[in-house]
């Protein structure tokens, strides 16, 4: 077996072949992130997910499949691999069956370019922008809401229209930054989580929840709305996570004070 990024495998005529592929969706590029997110739109199994990727990005064509059996043409050599043998190669690719733990996206869509991955530097307005049409779009899968957070997330308040992988790319990226911001600010999150229960969450207890964290950033003066809004989002989220872990060390305070 090779190290590193390379994985091999033996094929029936007992030709070892190395292959590289990536070992996770930070080391995915444009036009390898677009070919997963087309295939994710296309519902594809798991492991035909994974199978098809390896295949890809390995420069092997599937001519057809037979039975248990892949017929592929390598280096213009054309051999079969049984998908006991596939299944074995793209054990190291399980990562594309998650959500990225980092947060990753298209570099570009057409000439726009997007803010950071990560969210460093984005106003907590626009955060709080994304999140309310993120969950609208769970609840709706409606297109022209994920167009509105394409716009926002590449500063193009004028693109029409988004390619279905483009909308997933939307999705993924927004996700993952989630993701992202609840394993950081953890009480944050617990407590927003806890909130709002398992339900479907309406339009209105999504501006009662914005309105209530602005709430809490400001004190209850609204003159310092529009200077929290304009603030950077990881600032205004720490903010956010301290003033949740006061409240948890007050709450527990008051069970050990009532017992």
């Known amino acids: 077996m090779a ?5 091999s495998f033996l094929n029936t005529k ?6 590289k592929v990536p070992q996770g ?6 036009k390898q992130l677009r070919f997963v997110f087309r295939l994710l739109n296309q519902n594809v199994g798991i492991y035909e997910l994974q199978a098809l990727c390896l295949f890809k990005w390995a420069k092997m064509k599937v001519i057809r499949k037979e039975g248990a059996m892949y017929i592929v043409k ?9 998908a006991l043998k596939v299944a074995q ?9 998650d959500f990225p733990e980092k947060p990753v996206r298209l570099s570009r869509i057409r000439w726009h370019k997007p803010v950071t991955a990560d969210f460093q530097g984005v106003p907590f307005g626009t955060f709080l922008q994304l999140d309310n049409l993120y969950q609208g779009y769970l609840l709706t899968r409606r297109n022209d ?4 957070m394409a716009r926002l997330l590449y500063n ?5 229209h988004i390619s279905p992988d483009e909308e997933t790319n939307v999705i993924y990226w927004f996700t993952s930054v989630k993701q992202n911001f609840a394993r950081i600010f953890t009480h944050f999150f617990r407590q927003a989580e806890q909130s709002e229960g398992n339900t479907a969450v309406s339009y209105q207890a999504l501006q009662k929840a914005m309105n209530t964290q602005i709430r809490a950033l400001t004190g209850g003066d609204i003159t310092k709305e529009r200077q929290v809004l304009e603030m950077d989002c ?26």
């Open 3 to 7: 190290t590193g990024s390379e994985r």
């Open 14 to 19: 007992k030709m070892i072949i190395d292959i």
């Open 25 to 30: 969706w930070q080391q995915l590029d444009d």
């Open 74 to 82: 390598y280096r213009k050599q054309v051999f079969a691999l049984s």
């Open 89 to 97: 190669v793209i054990e190291c690719m399980g990562w594309l069956t």
């Open 145 to 148: 809401l994920a167009l509105e």
């Open 156 to 160: 193009a308040k004028r693109m029409r």
């Open 234 to 259: 990881w600032r205004a989220l720490t903010e956010l996570n301290a003033k949740a872990a006061d409240q948890e060390e007050i709450e527990r305070n008051t069970r050990k004070n009532t017992k």
